[in-house]
């Protein structure tokens, strides 16, 4: 990372790393399969057969005690008929109307799947038996202000095993610790004091985690005490998903525009596969094979988000990720999901008095330390990669040869246009996202280039056809695409690539920043 900062160090005020969204779940790990599940029950005298009235009453008493509370604020509780609405834009909305400064916001609660438990009369035995089932049942989603984490959320299952989810954002922290700063959504696009800011992110690892989900926990489930009396039984806590951002913060928006396409067109035509998994912290080997026990898929995708347009790699579950945040950071995220394609020095979990070996990472909070390293270093070997896109050919070199007329199998092909509207169309055609993994044929050009075919003869569809095929004739014989033998599809050459892009960035620039760089 310090290459790539080093590198654009006139246009960088600073960096920030930490966490963004980070997902905790809380089980009754007991309770998480059928034997738990049934010895718990047995000890609290419920028999098999009246388990589904048991339920109903568990949860009835469960749902009107977690509510109490909002009730006693006069807090809004609002169900949800689809789980397809946006909670959170909900609770900001409310939180926004009532000018809350902290505590409770609202109560959500809505329908949505879930696992639990059935019980099932086996046909031999002629006994009831307790298994696993997956069914649906009523969550309810508490928003709150927290004085330490700011905007949050903590999700209750109100069916056995009675799961948690707590989720909160580490940029939310950083927001209450009393810095100077402008902050667009989750993105701090001016940091008074960056490096004491970096800081004050570190702490946050320092956080004692269980002692504080306990505390939430509590709130969500004021009477589990009640509810198992003498068995002894505590949540556990684990990571379900953690989001590491790096944000580059840029002084001038403009200069990120006009260098951002580039880092987007290297990340899709550059990274392969290896590169993804390296990035990821997988070793690959010296003949740059993927990892022979590696099971999932390595993607690449390009998307336009609101808040930018995103180059995003998986690599299984995991993944990492590059945008241009609201426009003024560039941020890199790392997401993890599934924690065993990595490794931590640690003690074999039950023996504290054991040996010290690299043993896979866990999803307990206990291993957040080393989650956070990993996930840095991914952030900062991706940033290291892009530091060595070059930008030193002028686009008068790119484009001379392009600008006069070339041959094609010993015929004349007249010059390229660049700035004309038809080869521009046809420019801003073959360069779209989406076409950079799995290249682009001559029906995806008709589409883009002609208006809808509906009510066309056959012979005017292949006339269009014809015209395309000749306008691919036209880029190959200029040395922008190539065709990938024995199919119909076409890919920009590298030099196709430095030169679309570079014509397109310049079109987007404004005048003034042109004649800057002309000064």
Known sequence: MKSFIQKYEP????????????????????????????YCLAFLGVLLKDFAQYVLQVTARLKEASLAAARGAGRPIQYLASSQVSKEALARKIAARDRLADGLICVLTCVEPCQTFEIHRHRESKRLLIRPHRSKCLHLYHYFLDPQFGFMSARLQTWFPLTIQVCLNGREWLAREGIAYQQRGNCFT???????????????????WPAWLQEIAGQLNPIHAELFRDFDLRYYWSVHQSEWATDIMFKDPEKLAGIYPRFLRHGLTTFASPDVMRFLGRKISSTGNLPANFAGEVVSRLTKRPEGIRIKHWA????????????????????????????????????????????????????????????????RRYLQALAQVQDTISLGALTEKLCRPAAWKGQRVRALN????????????????????????????????????????????RRRSSAVTRQLRFLRAHGLIKKVPKTHRYHLTAIGSKAITAVLAALSASTDSLIKLAA
């Not at 490794?343 to 023996?351: M, P, Q």
């Open 190 to 208: 001016w940091i008074e004091d960056p490096p004491r800011a970096q800081e004050i992110m570190e702490r946050l690892l320092r956080t004692p």
């Open 316 to 379: 299984g579950s995991n993944h990492i990720k590059l945008y241009d945040k609201e426009g003024a950071n560039l941020r890199v995220e790392t997401t993890i999901n599934q924690t065993r394609d990595f490794k931590v020095l640690r003690r074999k979990e039950g023996d504290p008095q054991g040996e010290m070996a690299w043993r896979p990472l866990r999803k307990g909070v206990a291993d957040l330390h080393r989650r956070a390293q990993v996930s840095e270093a991914a952030n």
């Open 11 to 38: 246009d960088v005020m600073g960096s920030l790393s930490g966490f963004d969204r980070l997902v905790f779940r809380g089980t009754l790990r007991r309770l998480l399969y059928p034997g738990g599940m049934d």
């Open 418 to 461: 660049p700035y004309g509207p038809q080869d521009l169309a046809l420019l801003q055609a073959v360069a779209r996202g989406e076409f950079t993994i799995n290249g682009f044929r001559n029906r995806d050009l008709v589409s883009l280039l002609y208006a809808s075919d509906e009510g066309l003869t056959p012979a005017q569809k």
